[in-house]
């Protein structure tokens, strides 16, 4: 099972980027998909996961109304759109499979840097 994440950068504070994971090795259908995030310092936290094949979406309280996660099957990739972008969400992105309780997951790739800065 590969999970590969990109689009990670350096952003101003109240710009955007978009995170793509794209999955390979294994049918991820009635699974979570998403991303978690490991800021500076701090231990790795949920941002946001979708149901593949399905319409759920779960995002963390920091992050809801600015980003926003969908999913493409025929792509087998996992989009996370960030807007309005805060120091503070400053991390390093990863993509994850499996996800379970917010909190685990079964596979991970590798992070992406994302840093928010002026």
């Known amino acids: 099972v590969q999970l590969q994440a990109s689009g990670g950068g350096l952003v101003h504070p109240g710009g955007s980027l978009r995170l793509t994971c794209t999955a390979s090795?294994?049918?991820?259908?009635?699974?979570?998909l998403g991303w978690f995030r490991r800021p500076p310092g701090k231990e790795r936290e949920f941002v946001a996961a979708?149901?593949?094949?399905?319409?759920?979406?779960y995002y963390s309280e920091s992050v809801k109304g600015r980003f926003f996660i969908s999913g493409d099957n025929a792509k087998n990739a996992v989009y996370l759109q960030m807007n309005n972008l805060r120091p503070d969400d400053t991390a390093i992105y990863y993509c994850?499979?499996?996800?379970?309780?917010?909190?685990?997951?079964?596979?991970w790739g590798q992070g992406t840097l994302v840093t928010v800065s002026s």
């Open positions: 994850a499979g499996g996800i379970a309780a917010r909190s685990t997951a079964d596979y």
């Open positions: 090795g294994r049918n991820f259908e009635r699974s979570n």
């Open positions: 979708v149901r593949w094949g399905g319409v759920d979406k």
